[in-house]
């Protein structure tokens, strides 16, 4: 993709030179951030086309604005393609965020003040279900379930007496950083047994959902939200997919509910990613997804680290650095020393984790992002044992550098934008 017809190096040479930099950042790093992914040429071309100087509140043959007879078409091709993909009833492709769309399911689905089950963030959960200070947890009231001590999983027999005792208005399930598989049929049990609605935050899991790498949420919820941009490897933003019960109540949350125009220019990029997952090649990218996950926990767990819940079953592995054999460094430590080394992750809270949310004693790690530019087992295997010497030797400088160059060296065989010119 070339930028040569615009004439924002020389209209807006620091910007210029920032994205320059950027797409420089991503092609010679190791992308290891669970919910990243590099979308399409394609994907990127409708993102930065005429669309977005449209205004198109409403939806497709009932809009608020003249002029919308082409992007009527783009949102419904969105619509039927991401129907197609869920085998959903409904869609709604309109909102900006996957923030957005949960805070478009709840408007729809509970009255404020309402009982919430959901997640806990320091389990893995999300933001957007009920943190304090959230938008969330400010209008609702918030009970949540965590993970067993011992297996580090969902205990769905304690779950549904937290349920049967809370007694709430909705049951939410989805998580950021959550290894293992969501049992999406007892989670909707649950729910009916206590009275509750079923929302599912698919965000994470979304793309193996759609390659059937995941068990489906889909038939078992009353509404499902995700975002685009993660496994599901399409442009940033949100999107709904609900039962015929379920959708005119959704619609009408998003617009007017909690936005107004959509970026129809994203909506269009939605459609081309949609169209990408409904490729055969698509199922074969999410099953390298997670094989590489499975290769690079392999590695990890034999080098004497420990991952929470022993393993993983998706597309990220958890990192817990304490431990008899861990190198005993906080998840901060661990994202600069593997920064500086050319490998991008994420501190992230582990379960019961005693450090605070901004040192944290673990590290989130995953595969979209790397298997997209193609890596495969021999590369994770090459990141097993870099990853571990850089955890190890945290401050010894010209390891990390040494790292550096090999990471560089290994990102220059896997081009990411390899026509591109920023
Ligand atoms: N912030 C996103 C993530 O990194 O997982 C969703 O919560």
Redesign the pocket.
């Known amino acids: 993709m070339s930028l040569s017809a615009s004439n924002l190096p020389s209209q807006d040479p620091e910007i210029h030179q920032l994205l320059h930099q950027e797409w420089r950042r991503q092609e010679d790093g190791i992308e290891l951030?669970?919910?990243?992914n590099q979308t399409s040429p394609a994907v990127m071309q409708a993102m930065g086309s005429t669309l977005t100087n449209k205004y198109a509140e409403g939806y497709p043959g009932r809009r608020y604005y003249g002029g919308c007879e082409v992007v009527d078409q783009v949102e419904n091709l969105a619509k039927e393609r991401l129907k197609e993909l869920f085998q959903a009833y409904g869609a709604n492709v309109q909102c900006s965020s996957?923030?957005q769309a949960n805070q478009a399911a709840l408007l729809a689905m509970v009255k404020p003040g309402g009982k919430i089950l959901a997640m806990d963030l320091n389990h893995g959960g999300?933001?957007?279900h009920g943190h304090p200070k959230n938008a969330s947890g400010v209008f609702y009231q918030f009970a949540h379930y965590g993970v067993a001590a011992e297996t580090e999983q969902i205990d769905y027999d304690l779950l549904r007496q937290q349920a049967l005792d809370y007694q709430p208005d909705l049951l939410l399930a989805g998580a950021?950083?959550y290894p293992r598989f969501l049992d999406f049929e007892q989670l909707a049990s649950i729910a009916r047994e206590a009275g509750a609605l079923f929302l599912v935050d698919m965000?994470?899991i979304a793309g193996l959902v759609a390659a059937g790498l995941h068990p489906s949420p889909v038939p078992h919820a009353d509404v499902c939200t995700m975002?685009t941009h993660?496994t599901l490897r399409g442009p940033r933003g949100g999107a709904i997919v609900a039962s015929k019960d379920w959708i005119k109540a959704i619609n009408s949350a998003v617009f007017p509910g909690v936005q107004g125009g959509p970026l129809m220019h994203v909506v269009a990029a939605k459609a081309v990613a949609f169209a990408e997952a409904l490729q055969p090649e698509f199922r074969q990218y999410q099953k390298q997804v997670v094989a590489n996950a499975q290769t690079l926990a392999q590695g990890l767990l034999e080098r004497g680290h420990r991952l929470v819940s022993g393993g993983t079953d998706n597309h990220l592995l958890l990192v817990d650095l304490r431990g008899p054999k861990g190198p005993g460094i906080s998840g901060a430590q661990a994202e600069d020393a593997l920064h500086a080394a050319g490998i991008t992750v994420?501190k992230n809270l582990i379960p019961f984790d005693p450090a605070k949310p901004m040192l944290t004693s673990g590290i989130?790690i995953g595969t979209p992002a790397v298997t997209t530019r193609g890596f495969g087992a021999e590369e994770m295997q090459r990141l097993a044992e870099w990853m571990d010497a850089v955890l190890r030797h945290s401050e010894d400088t010209a390891l990390l550098k040494q790292v550096r160059m090999q990471v560089e060296e290994l990102c220059r065989q896997f081009p990411i934008y390899p026509e591109m010119e920023v």
Not at 33 to 36: G, L, P, V
Request: aromatic share 0%; net charge positive; glycine share 6%.
């Open positions: 951030i669970a919910s990243e996957g923030s999300h933001l957007s950021s950083a965000a994470h975002t993660k994420n989130r």
